[in-house]
């Protein structure tokens, strides 16, 4: 069986993510999946059926869902130390903890957030700059509960995702 994560990066959305996977994947100690975002433990077993714009096409395109190709992230672990992956919606899911201790229970867990309403504003920058956003930022927050009520991607809940009291209590 291969190595699976001994650490995890659950940090919000828009919240340097992305960066800090690129500069801990450069160290010759450290493996990260090579699929940034898996969202495996908070997608596990479920059908992913997001109704925003794009949203399985960009947002969750690479998706794991199955344990057989989560596993397949770590085929490649040789000798590093440090065996991670990084995936914000890790941190706003509900199922995740519960997912990531009945697989990983000694996993470290380090949580990364943001000011709440800079990361909202991020997140509407990155829909609207790719065209998926067409309303204002007042209008896109106004329209949130719709959207979340519709299953649109986590990405479209620009409120929701940053009230991370309850999101971290779960850890």
Known sequence: MNKLPNFLIVGAAKSGTTALYHYLGQHPEVFLSPIKETNFFAQKGKKVDFNGPKDNLI?????????????NQFINVTDEKAIGEICPSYLYFEDAPKNIKELIPEVKIIAIIREPVSRAFSAWVHLTRDGREHLSFKDALADEPRRIKD?????????????????LKRY
């Not at 947002?59 to 596993?71: L, W």
């Not at 991607?153 to 409120?159: D, G, L, N, P, Q």
């Open 151 to 167: 299953n649109w991607a986590e990405i479209w809940h620009y409120t929701q995702e940053g009230k991370y009291f309850s999101q």
């Open 59 to 71: 947002t969750h395109k690479k998706t794991i869902t199955d344990i057989v190709d989560y596993n």
